[in-house]
């Protein structure tokens, strides 16, 4: 079956805009959590939907914000972008949850801010 | 929130030799995840532990959940070069923690 579909895969951003990233999870999952990965951070985790309700979230200011809709897919927003969003920003799907399931990752949204 | 310390930071072995990556919790976990990512590539799920003291074994892979439940390890035998990438430990109480990850190299 078709696995975690993030897009798009790349995107330049200039700061003060802001970005839609979409994620695709893996058919019959109801989990998408979302993670910012940078060299000095690493995986940080932003939030977790699940059915359409969001179960958890990260310590990331309010520019950051997502949701879910029906058919699972998930799309995550920052606004204002800063400089220091540049970053990998990878979803993962999950059956049950991220607190008691294997999480599968898509290959990420790969966001420079100039 | 809990945090979780993963050491070391790198490791560059010859092939064939063995490998260690280390993960600590500050407290007691439900259960720890270990995942490898690639250079230029995503996580990929390589194991859930959950029970105390639980060693489990992948070919040559061999994890080890404490018997405390605050830490783990992840012990490669004889590394090859297709074991290269980098090796995140995770574990979660009610978010997902990501440690920092060892970054592993292997000489042919």
């Known amino acids: 079956k078709a696995g975690v579909t993030q897009t798009p895969r790349y995107l330049i951003k200039t700061r003060g805009q802001q970005v839609t990233l979409s994620c695709s999870p893996i058919?019959?999952?109801?989990?998408v959590s979302w993670y910012q990965q940078t060299p000095g951070q690493g995986l940080q985790f932003l939030f977790e939907y699940f059915s359409e309700t969001q179960r958890n979230k990260g310590n990331f200011p309010g520019r950051f914000s997502g949701r879910q809709f029906s058919n699972s897919r998930s799309e995550m927003n920052v606004s204002t972008l800063e400089l220091g969003d540049s970053a990998l920003y990878l979803c993962?799907?999950?059956?049950?949850?991220?607190?008691?399931?294997?999480?599968?990752f898509g290959e990420g949204s790969r966001l420079t801010v100039l | 929130g809990q945090q979780v310390m993963q050491i070391p930071q790198y490791q560059h072995v010859q092939e064939g030799e063995d490998f260690t990556t280390y993960c600590n919790s500050s407290?007691?976990?439900?259960?720890i995840q270990w995942y490898k990512q690639r250079p230029g590539g995503h996580p990929v799920f390589l194991i859930q532990?959950?029970?105390?003291?639980e060693v489990k074994k992948q070919k040559r892979l061999t994890f080890q959940f404490g018997e405390a439940k605050k830490n783990s390890s992840l012990h490669i035998t004889a590394t090859q070069t297709t074991d290269v990438g980098t090796y995140f430990c995770?574990?979660?109480?009610?978010?997902?923690?990501f440690g920092a990850g060892t970054r592993l190299t292997v000489k042919p």
């Open positions: 532990l959950v029970k105390s003291g």
């Open positions: 407290t007691t976990l439900s259960n």
């Open positions: 993962a799907s999950s059956l049950t949850g991220q607190n008691t399931g294997e999480l599968f």
């Open positions: 058919s019959g999952h109801r989990s």
């Open positions: 995770a574990c979660n109480n009610n978010d997902m923690r």
